[in-house]
């Protein structure tokens, strides 16, 4: 739920910068899309594991996989309902990208199974494009702003993702799942990380010298406090194993937006 509270709360955040009039049902779409997504992954996963050493998620979908279909089913039925209710430029927009996302699934889950296709970074384009998706899509245009935005939280996604796996690595090999760490290494995983922290802090960095705006400041402060909260759950990793907490913490990241949409926009 934090996966999606993320993408619901980051996605407000970024359509307030630019005063896009962009619906709650539009809003709560994304979220239930997110959602559906995430799951439909996770139980495609759970068909694979054949040890209790699988990760708690895992092991939760494996369990409860009829009352999880069943959960989609209503959230697939209250999905079709808000889409009734949108733009039709916003839904062109959505099935397109949702139409991507179930081929890419599909592809690894049952055609290349053995082959590692880029999963984490296509995930990340991914929630990153839904997140600033409502935003393109209600004020039709792409100011340099809301790309620059793009960047950052793919960036963002992108290092959550990898970190994970890096953290996951030997469960992840015992199952037998193909991941960028699996397949690249732990420790090569380390250093794409670090790599994409230091081009986070040149991107920020930049905008000092690209935009001008005072209301930009706000929201960059909000973007180093993610990134530096994903730094802290890379240096802390061993602690953090624990209870799985390194996913709470680092899915929390795209969260923390909703300090500023309270305590500023609010």
């Not at 239930?32 to 995430?38: G, S």
């Not at 069943?70 to 697939?76: K, N, R």
């Not at 702003?145 to 793919?154: R, S, T």
Request: charged fraction near 15%.
């Amino acid at each position: 739920m934090d996966v999606v509270a993320g993408a619901v709360i980051s996605a407000r955040w970024i359509g307030n910068y630019f005063n896009a009039a962009i619906p709650t049902s539009a809003i709560l779409a994304l979220g239930l899309t997110v959602w559906l997504i995430y799951t439909i992954d996770h139980l495609l996963d759970a068909r694979k594991i054949k040890s209790q050493d699988a990760l708690f998620r895992h092991i939760i979908h494996y369990k409860n996989a009829p009352y999880i279909f069943g959960l989609i089913a209503i959230v697939s039925m209250v999905l079709i309902f808000l889409l009734q209710n949108l733009k039709p430029f916003l839904i062109g927009y959505g099935l397109g990208l949702g139409f991507a996302v179930f081929c890419y699934l599909i592809f690894i889950h049952f055609i290349r199974k053995k082959v590692y296709w880029g999963k984490e970074w296509f995930i990340a384009l991914v929630y990153a494009t839904g997140i600033c998706l409502p935003t393109f899509a209600y004020i039709q245009s792409i100011p340099p702003i809301l790309i620059y935005f793009w960047v950052q939280l793919f960036i963002l996604a992108s290092i959550n993702l990898i970190l994970f796996n890096m953290i996951e690595y030997k469960i992840d090999k015992k199952l037998g799942f193909n991941s960028f760490a699996t397949v690249k290494g732990a420790d090569f995983s380390r250093k794409i990380i670090l790599f994409l922290l230091f081009a986070f802090a040149v991107i920020w960095s930049s905008s000092f010298l690209f935009f001008k705006t005072e209301e930009l400041l706000d929201y960059q402060a909000m973007f180093i406090l993610m990134a530096s909260v994903l730094a802290m759950v890379l240096s802390k990793e061993v602690v953090l194993r624990q209870e799985e907490w390194y996913r709470v913490i680092g899915d929390i990241v795209f969260v923390l937006p909703i300090i500023e949409i309270i305590l500023i926009d609010g």
